[in-house]
């Protein structure tokens, strides 16, 4: 969805400036690393970096980012060795993501290493589906406010309906109460444990959710995706883009979006037979693309 990828740039504090595209801003931070910044610029911009990747949904290269950002001159920094186990838990590497988060949990500050073994509990979990580890930090104080992520994860791991009546009761307002419900939620959990992946995440406000669509008959196929290749705050830049993907040989359409009062314009093209096929395309043409729904 549309919001979902709108929702991606709040959690990762990236503004959507209308004179840029994501790929202009990667390109940008690659030229700029590559001209070897001084040593404490050069641990910001990496990190800009791994958030954009990030956002443009290339975990492998969010992970290696972060990795990167860690080893700055007078590190590591710890914030971006837990983001680089993020990444490798989502991706399902946890080999990677244990050794992140030893060296987080033999050397780094207290906060960070309560975070390194949240994280570690976590991704132990998903790796065997015991829910032993998850279950003992619900009680711990020091955890209180990760409690519906570990309810969620508990009622995913064992679906037992305790931990969702649990979760419903004392977190309703939560991203995992709303993912809980019964009703069809405004949005959906990923195959991949996403769900306690981003940094402020329990400040979030979810809309109401939109009222469920029609079921279509069996022999309907679904809707495709569509290739967001940008996001604007002006009608005009968008329009741009729109024609310079048309000059290259795609069919592009600007499509308007109003969130919380506010007007956007997504740039996106059709994926045809194959969106990977069509993703690497306009990346060979020099356009990043993602799919929304």
């Known amino acids: 969805m549309f919001l979902l990828a709108l929702l991606h740039a709040l959690f990762l504090g990236v503004p959507l400036q209308g004179e840029s595209s994501l790929a202009a801003e990667l390109r940008d931070l690659e030229a700029r690393l590559a001209a070897e910044p001084p040593a404490g610029e050069r641990g910001g911009l990496l990190r800009r970096r791994a958030r954009l990747m990030l956002l443009a949904g290339d975990l492998e290269g969010a992970a290696a980012g972060w990795s990167e950002a860690a080893l700055i001159p007078g590190g590591p920094d710890y914030e971006s060795l837990l983001e680089a186990a993020r990444c490798h838990i989502a991706l399902g590497d946890y080999a990677a993501a244990d050794a992140a988060l030893q060296r987080a949990l033999d050397n780094a500050p207290p906060p960070l290493r309560r975070e390194a073994q949240y994280l570690a509990v976590l991704g132990g979990a ?10 003992a930090l619900l009680e711990a104080p020091e955890y209180a406010g990760r409690r519906p992520a570990l309810l969620y994860t508990l009622y995913r791991l064992s679906g ?40 402020g995440r329990e400040g979030l406000a979810f809309e109401a959710p939109l009222p469920a669509p029609a079921a279509l008959p069996p022999a309907v196929p679904a809707a495709a995706p569509l290739l967001q290749t940008g996001l604007f705050s002006r009608e005009e830049y968008a329009g741009a883009m729109a024609e310079r993907l ?7 359409e600007v499509i308007p979006r109003e969130v919380r009062g506010s007007n956007f314009y997504v740039v996106a093209v059709p994926p045809g037979e ?11 043409a020099g ?5 929304v729904y």
């Open 126 to 135: 998903f790796r065997s589906g015991d829910g032993t580890g998850p279950a």
């Open 246 to 252: 048309r000059r290259a040989g795609f069919s592009a």
């Open 274 to 284: 194959s969106v990977n096929g069509t993703i690497l395309r306009l990346r060979d």
């Open 160 to 199: 037992r309906e305790e931990y969702r009546a649990r979760l419903l009761r004392d977190h309703p307002g939560s991203p995992e109460g709303i993912l809980s419900r019964d009703n069809e939620p405004p949005v959906t959990a990923a195959a991949r444990p996403m769900w306690f992946f981003y940094q």
């Open 287 to 291: 356009f990043e693309a993602f799919p």
